[in-house]
């Protein structure tokens, strides 16, 4: 597959546009209200019970009868007898007749009779004497329920309580298709008695570094390796895009190795994201191994010229060959899980996902925005040495402020710390090759 077009020039968009157009969004599924954060919904959720559900107190106080209250002040206060408790969740309720009242918390249904709650703060809270600011615990003043109570302000019909229906009618929609779910919606769904919802699920991408000089952090490096920051880095940046992601630990370069590795991650991959080995090296394993399926490009950009994309076979369904004889019937679509091949330096492979990789999982995701922000932002440094047509993404420090950038680090794909203490990339164009500091640039927002 990569003969022929070996010594085209892809652009980054037609790239992009090359991968976006090869994916589609992932079947729905019915998930658990939190494992669906983040996730769009595919369907539109009615509420089915009126929220609240039944008239309740906004308060901590006494529910009354309005007329029992009028004309009430400090110094002729409504005085009524106290007939019980309505806490949160009471199921059996006292009707409140005239002249007397119910103690009621937060949340707790009107009692039959009340009309309205008289915050605690407005009585004598039944002690006989001044304002309260609140009740004792009910657990340790088991007698505080009786006796009279002094009301020192009216209330009118309403006052300090919830109508049923006030948040959402029954019948109403409470989220429409398309829908992202972040905290608040959730919210909405536990409230309205959804504990599933229909959600494009988030992508499984499984991340496979390749190099022979690669030692996980924590352990001792010998001579001549270094840390594998690459599958961290990505994994990492996967999760932040949205999707469920697993770290495979770094493949020797060894292109039978890293074939097994890759056919045995299939299984749990929507998406399969490799770096390193994609070069003209000797030592190329992922271009040695998946020439037939991957797609190797030359792209004007930089970094991330070598970028491999296609799709790997999953299992292609053997067992439909003569099974049934249907002659009529489909053959079962074969599962093709797409491979996006980074280069390996860590500024390049960071640059790539940016650019590539997070696009597409949001692709599968069906949820927007698919790209990152870009503002126009004055650069503080001279930008020098962009290569002619070659689209450069330099690290840079954005200032929401001020609306300026200040390149961080140079131009090396192997700036790791750079690359870490950046929260965008400065987008130098194909045609140019200097920037004069003051001049106004593309920046893309990373976070
Ligand atoms: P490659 O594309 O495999 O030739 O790698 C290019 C450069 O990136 C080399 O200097 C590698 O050592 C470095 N590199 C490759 N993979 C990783 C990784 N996972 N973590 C850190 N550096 C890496
Ligand atoms: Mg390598």
């Known amino acids: 597959m990569s003969s022929g077009t070996a010594d085209r020039v892809w652009s980054v968009s037609e790239h992009l546009d090359n991968i976006l157009r090869q994916l589609k969004p992932l079947e729905p599924i ?5 494992d669906a954060q983040g996730c769009v919904l595919v369907e539109d959720v ?11 107190s906004s308060m901590d106080g006494y529910a009354v009868r309005t007329t029992d209250t009028q004309g009430a002040d400090a110094s002729h206060p409504a005085v009524l007898t106290v007939i019980g408790d309505v806490a949160a969740g009471s199921g059996e309720l006292p009707t409140v007749g005239p002249g007397q009242t119910a103690r009621i918390m937060t949340g707790a249904p009107l009692p039959p009779g009340a009309e309205a709650v008289v915050p605690v703060e407005w009585t004598d809270g039944g002690t006989g004497g001044a304002p309260v600011v609140g009740m004792p615990a009910a657990s340790r ?3 505080a329920v009786g006796g009279e109570v002094r009301v020192y302000r009216p209330v009118g019909p309403g006052d300090h309580v919830r109508a049923r229906g006030s948040d959402v009618a029954a019948g109403e929609l409470a989220l429409s298709a398309g829908t992202v779910l972040g905290p608040p919606q959730i919210a909405l769904l536990a409230a309205v008695g959804r504990a599933t919802v229909r959600v494009r699920p988030r992508p499984r991408v499984v991340v496979v570094s390749t190099g022979s000089e690669l030692v996980p952090p924590g352990e001792e490096l010998g001579p001549g390796r270094i840390h594998d920051s690459n599958s961290y880095m990505l994994t990492a940046a996967a999760r932040e895009a949205g999707a469920q992601s697993y770290r495979v630990g770094a493949v020797a370069d060894d292109a039978e190795t890293f074939r097994a590795t890759v056919e045995d991650q299939l299984i749990r991959a929507d998406i399969l994201v490799t770096t390193g080995g994609v070069s003209v090296g000797a030592y190329d394993v992922v271009k040695e191994a998946l020439g037939e399926e991957i797609e190797f490009r030359k792209l004007a950009m930089q970094p991330g010229k070598p970028q491999g994309f296609g799709f790997i076979d999953a299992g292609a369904r053997s067992e439909a060959e003569g ?9 079962p679509e ?3 899980t797409p491979l996006l091949a980074l280069p390996g330096n860590p500024v390049s ?13 949001r692709t599968l995701m069906g949820v927007e925005p698919v790209f990152r922000t870009t503002v126009r932002a004055v ?6 040495s962009s290569p002619k047509g070659r689209r450069q993404f330099l690290r840079g420090r954005y200032h929401p402020a001020t609306g300026r950038v200040t390149p961080v680090g140079g131009a090396g794909s192997h700036l790791v710390k750079a690359l870490a203490h950046a929260n965008s990339l400065i987008v130098v164009p194909e045609d140019t090759t200097e920037v004069a500091a003051g001049s106004e640039v ?6």
Not at 30 to 34: A, F, G, P, V, Y
Not at 46 to 56: D, G, K, S
Not at 442 to 447: C, I, N, Q
């Open 30 to 34: 019915e998930l658990q209200l939190l």
């Open 334 to 336: 074969p599962e093709r």
């Open 349 to 361: 492979a960071y640059v790539s996902f940016e650019l590539f990789v997070r696009p597409a999982i």
């Open 379 to 384: 650069c503080e440094g001279d930008l020098t």
């Open 46 to 56: 009615m509420v089915p019970v009126a929220l609240p559900p039944f008239e309740n």
């Open 141 to 143: 003043s088991p007698d």
């Open 323 to 331: 099974d049934g004889g249907d002659a009529e019937a489909a053959p």
């Open 442 to 447: 593309e920046v893309v927002l990373l976070d």
